[in-house]
């Protein structure tokens, strides 16, 4: 929350609780946090119920905390629900251009 004094826009990437369980099915490996691909992949089930918990959770890292952030800032703001609508290269020609 502190640095949103600092922004000139917030974008809200809000894809759904499917989509994020999707993503993280496809996600390559992550060398620098995991030794092997298996190591990963033997963490994905914990990783899955994070992200279902995101929903439920009443921490900083929650949907319910990010949904305050969001709807608290007064700048210019943005929210994407369609993960096609906000592919990083987009998000950021975007807002060069605005």
């Not at 826009?9 to 894809?15: A, G, Q, S, Y």
């Not at 620098?32 to 914990?46: C, G, P, R, V």
């Not at 952030?69 to 929210?79: A, H, L, R, T």
Request: charged share 25%.
């Amino acid at each position: 929350m502190a640095a949103a004094s600092h922004c000139s826009k917030m974008v809200f990437l809000n894809p759904g609780l499917d989509t994020c369980l999707a993503n993280n099915r496809q996600r390559p490996w992550e060398p620098h946090k995991y030794a092997s691909l298996e190591q990963q992949n033997s963490m994905l089930e914990n990783l899955q119920a994070w992200v279902v918990g995101y929903y439920t959770r009443e921490d900083e890292w929650s949907y319910n905390a990010h949904r305050r952030i969001y709807d608290q800032f007064s700048g210019s703001k943005v929210e994407y629900s369609d993960a096609s609508e906000y592919a990083p290269r987009r998000v950021l020609e975007r807002t060069r251009r605005e």
